[in-house]
């Protein structure tokens, strides 16, 4: 049987009090603040949540001045979307994404009446209209040692709400390195116009983000990476089963002339 981790379980385990504590101190706190370490992890959390917070604006939320902002940031003349923003190179770029994307229009498909016109398509999405209606059961998994049933439609549900974290904390993880200069950006976009600003102002931004940049990085990495471990796993359930085996990404679907090789599977 399948166990894996819940959301909520990866991000409370990568947290910041404990990746602060597993940092060297000398690497975010001075030396003579040793004597206080309890309140000054406690104030560079504070400080650790206001940058987090930051980051969930300007992906969830963002308006105008954010939006542009981001792209002045990145040296364009144009607004960026947080989306366009591309994975280190160093983890699965692109493949996240692209499964994330192939779900959602095959299950758009499957919810949908409308018919195309081409007879042999027409069929193949009656069928998977018909399976989508049934909702047929695909198995069991323990999630956080809880068994929990999985049917066509929550299995997929689940399986998304994977992907999209992986994704959301790569995200993270790329912006936390331009956060200063974003900032910096818009705190010049709204200086005129004096709007409630929806992040911190540039006047508060008071961490040395030479020393803890390194611990927003590592949270946002191991997160992203535990996903990623979900993800695959996850995966290879969802392959075993005729009903969901479809809706995967494979290595043919992106490179025809590798039809032999492997399954496609976060690796």
Not at 5 to 20: R, T
Not at 60 to 83: C, F, M, Q, T
């Amino acid at each position: 049987m399948l166990k894996i981790h819940s959301i909520e379980n990866i991000k409370k385990h990568h947290n910041f009090v404990d990746e602060l504590r597993a940092t060297p101190a000398i690497n975010w706190v001075m030396s003579e603040q040793l004597k206080d370490y309890n309140k000054i992890l406690a104030q560079t959390v504070k400080k650790l949540e206001v940058v987090d917070n930051n980051l969930e604006l300007i992906i969830s939320k963002p308006d105008e001045n954010i939006k542009l902002a981001l792209g002045r940031a990145y040296h364009l003349d144009r607004e960026i979307s947080v989306r366009e923003l591309r994975f280190p190179t160093y983890l699965p770029q692109g493949k996240v994404q692209l499964q994330r994307d192939l779900i959602k229009k095959l299950v758009k498909v499957a919810k949908s009446k409308k018919s195309t016109g081409d007879i042999n398509r027409e069929i193949n999405e009656l069928m998977l209209q018909g399976e989508w209606d049934a909702n047929p059961k695909i198995g069991i998994v323990l999630i956080d040692d809880k068994e929990t049933e999985l049917r066509l439609h929550n299995s997929f549900k689940l399986f998304s709400r994977y992907l999209n974290a992986c994704e959301h904390e790569f995200y993270k993880q790329a912006l936390a390195a331009k956060l200063f200069s974003i900032l910096h950006e818009y705190h010049i976009l709204i200086e005129g116009d004096k709007p409630e600003p929806k992040l911190m102002g540039i006047g508060d931004y008071i961490l040395n983000y030479s020393h803890l940049g390194g611990v927003t990085d590592s949270i946002y990495y191991h997160r992203a990476h535990d996903y990623l471990v979900e993800c695959k796993d996850f995966w290879g359930f969802l392959d075993k089963n005729e009903y969901t085996r479809k809706y995967l990404l494979r290595m043919e679907d992106i490179h025809p002339y590798k039809r032999n090789q492997k399954a496609f599977t976060f690796n």
